[in-house]
């Protein structure tokens, strides 16, 4: 049969080769982790894994860090790392119910920890961006400076609050499903939605991938690098909210360990560690993983720090396999 003969149908491929060839195989690999996960709790706790408390409370722990992931997927994307996230989370929850205590009221609260959020990553942005502080010094130096300034706020003492119109706000159920859970949707929403198709999301990603050219190419890249951090602190504020809701308390702990949640979440999502790329949907599904994988280790009664230990050799191997990808990528 030579080229004249063939049909426009024949040369067409099917619809599930299309579909084949459209799919990204490192979010299918993800989703099918995460199944994995579910059919390893479900064997070894059927009797809790699978009950609506328990997928509720994941689905829960989920929201919160998944908007810190949210906003460390922009930060990461850029070319940055952000370590302070989950003290910025502190700060801005101790902040927010110390407001309460004064009895300012819930717009109070929720206006207090957005900007707070926003104001301490401002600064992360400013001096990384104009100050030319390395990025993991910059946001080391917050989350030590952000964690003792929640200690010195709270005076190490959880700060309970007893607001109805908050919890009537937060802790409700729209539709059957939590608000919180809608509050993540919302995020995740938005964010894939600047990522992927605003200018600011390009932006994001080429002066990740060469801020020298997208220098050149007219971005104001010291002004965007300030406007991602801003952006990955807005996110904190936004999470610690949730953790206030979820905790009914402010306290200098609350965060612990969300900058080692958030950051591997996005790196096994496929967002590139040394920024130009990124994955919204992966970093969801990243979020997903671990909230399941550190449930799993609950249900069982494994050890904090098993978990950690785990986590630590899951990003480890997510950024060799990315270092092992960028290799036979600039050989080919």
Known sequence: MNEQTLTPVDTQPSRLGSWWARADIRLIALVLVLVGLC????ATRPDAFLTEGNISTVLRLAAAIGVVSVGMTFVISAGGIDLS??????????WMTTWAAQSYGVVVMVVCALLVGTGCGLVNGLLVAYGRVVPFIATLAMMASARGLAERISGRQTQVVDVPAFGAVFQADLLGVPVLIWIFA??????WTLLNRTTFGRRTLAVGGNAEAARLAGINVRRHT????ALAGLCCGIAAIMVVARTTSGASTNGLFYE??????VVIGGTLLAGGRGSMTGTVIGVLIFTTLSNVFTLNNLETDVQNIVKGAIIVLAVLLQARTRRRSSFS
């Open 39 to 42: 059919v390893v709790g479900y």
């Open 85 to 94: 996230v989950g003290s910025m989370v502190a700060l801005c929850s101790v």
């Open 186 to 191: 919302a995020v995740f929403a938005g964010g």
């Open 226 to 229: 300030a406007l991602v951090y």
């Open 260 to 265: 080692l949640d958030a950051i591997a979440a």
